[in-house]
Every structure is written in C-alpha cells, then in structure tokens.
C-alpha cells in the first residue's frame, strides 16, 4: 500500500512538472518572437528594480503580519528571524517545492528552540488563511477589467472558481482544512486581531499588484493599477488549481489572457507574466541566501518536520 501510495505521489509529481513546461512551451511557441523584439528594445528597464522593490515590501508586511499573530498569542520570536523565514519560505516554494516546501520550512524555522510548537505551527496556517481571506474580499477588483462582464466570466472568471474548487474537491483536503480551522480559530474570533491582520494583508497584497503593475507598464500595456490588480488576483485563484508547482505556466497563461482582454498584443503579455515570475524569483533568492549564510540545518530540519507530519497524520496548511 506503501508502494503504491508513493507511486502516486510520484506521478502526481511529474505530472505537476510536466503541465507548467508544457503550458509555458505552449505561450512560447504562440510568440511572434520578430514582433517581440521591438517590445523588449522599447521596454523601460526600470520598471524590473523597482518591481523588485515593490515585491520585497509585501514580503516584509507579511512578516509583520506573521509577528502580530504570534504576539496576538503571547509569543515573541524576534522579527529578524521571522523576516527571514518568510524569504526562505519563498525560495523553498520557488525552487524546492515537490521535496519540503515554504510552508514547512517556516513552520521548523519558528518553532526552533521554542516550547509552543503547536502555537507557532497553528500560526502559519493562520498567517496563510488571512492571505487568502484578503484575496477573496478583493474578487470585485475583478469588475474593473474589460471583457468580464457577468456573462464573460463564464469564460475568465469561471477560472478562479475552479481553483478554489480543485482544492475543495479533494475529501483528504477538506479533512485537513476542518483539522486546521479548529487550530487557528483562535485567530479568528477577535476583532482586536482580525482588523489589522486583514489590513496587513490588503497592504501586502496591495504591494504584490503593485508590482505587476510596474511590469504591465514596463512593457508598454497601458493599464490602471485597478485592472492590473484584477488581472493579478484573478490569475491567483487560477493557479490554486493543483495541476502545476506553484502555479507555474497556469499563472503565466491566466495573466496573458487577461492582458490580451485588455488590448494588450500576445507578445506584451507573455513578456508581462514571465517577467513578473522573474521578479517573484529573484526575489526569493534572497533566501537561498539567508539559507547558505547560517541556516543550513534549516532544510533538514523541515524535512524531519514533514516526515512528522505524515506519520502523525498532521493537518499541513491548505492553501499555497
């Protein structure tokens, strides 16, 4: 049984590869690369540091916003350390997301040396569900973009449905999603911290847009910072369909259709959704270093974490 559950996970796994090379082969090979290259001649280059910029900011919130749900619950873990874990947490789910992933290497991270494991594991979860409750309150950005209107989010909007769907389908999921309310309610219950944890993650969230935006711009798509954050948050909810690591290639192709809707040339597109992964990449990078300088022992002690996990049949978070 062993054997054959480990299969699956395996296959899943290549599956999850497969699907986003394919897709982003696809919106390659879609490019009319002589048309393109005048877009990239014209490109403000600007536009990649100051996304950059942008992207690391909603990185930080959401590390202030971590330190406010532990301290909501009387803990104290110094900042520096939890800003850190949010960029390893990134790289891991950037670069090794089929082996441990972000979410569990913040999770060992925190609760190092700590006596309130469980808290500290309770509030990532937390952490990860107020990111999402902020996306689902900000859907009617998706009002502001050309093409979707009611009728037209049969086609585009029906998209964001489905992701969430795709998770919800699964009955092992929505076993762990009961398991993991009944740990993080706690964080739910008082408008002492559901007011400002929300308002943090609207200010991260707001920075995240922002910086697609700078890119969209970048590129020569003339599009408001409204519509941009439509575009961004609908292509969110596309990408939790579980068909691809990290939303890879489904990201990519939700942000150039929407582009596209919004009278931007394939080429703009294409060049607006890799480049804007570039950013969120590079980004992460920083820790990849934070890793090599000091936190070496941190990916074992993440896989010791998972391994756990499965044994005690622990409820792992639920969204990405």
């Not at 691809?244 to 703009?268: F, K, M, P, R």
């Amino acid at each position: 049984m062993k054997k054959k559950t480990s299969l699956s996970r395996v296959l899943f796994n290549a599956l999850r590869i497969v699907v986003p090379l394919a897709l982003i082969g696809y919106l390659l090979s879609r490019v009319d690369w002589a048309a393109a290259w005048p877009y990239l001649q014209q490109m403000d280059w600007w536009c990649l540091p100051v996304s950059a910029g942008l992207f690391t900011l909603s990185q930080v919130v959401i590390a202030v916003r971590w330190h406010f749900l532990l301290r909501f619950q009387k803990l104290e873990i110094p900042f520096a350390r939890l800003l850190g874990l949010v960029f390893v947490g990134a790289f891991a789910s950037n670069f090794l997301p089929t082996t441990i992933g972000g979410d569990v290497v913040k999770m060992a991270g925190a609760a190092q040396g700590e006596k309130k494991r469980g808290v500290i594991v309770a509030s990532v979860a937390a952490d990860r569900l107020y990111n999402l409750a902020g996306m689902v309150l900000l859907l009617p950005l998706a009002l502001t973009l050309e093409g979707l209107t009611l009728p037209g989010l049969g086609r585009g909007g029906l998209l964001p449905v489905l992701g969430l769907a795709g998770w919800m389908g699964w009955p092992k999921l929505r076993e762990r999603l009961v398991r993991t309310w009944r740990e993080v309610r706690k964080w739910f219950v008082s408008p002492a911290c559901v007011l400002p944890a929300l308002a943090l993650s609207w200010l991260s969230i707001g920075l995240a847009f922002a910086s697609f935006w700078v890119i969209a711009l970048g590129v020569g798509i003339h599009v408001s910072y409204w519509q941009a954050s439509g575009i961004a948050e609908l292509s969110y909810f596309v990408a939790l369909i579980p068909i691809a690591i990290n939303g890879l290639g489904i990201l990519e192709g939700s942000v150039t259709y929407l582009l596209v809707l919004q009278g931007a040339s394939l080429e703009q597109a294409v060049a607006a959704a890799l480049l804007s992964r570039l950013v969120t990449m590079s980004v992460s990078l920083l820790g990849g270093v934070r890793l090599f300088f000091g936190w070496r022992d941190l990916l074992n002690l993440a896989g010791q974490r998972k391994a756990e996990n499965h044994s005690q049949n622990d409820p792992p978070l639920a969204v990405k």
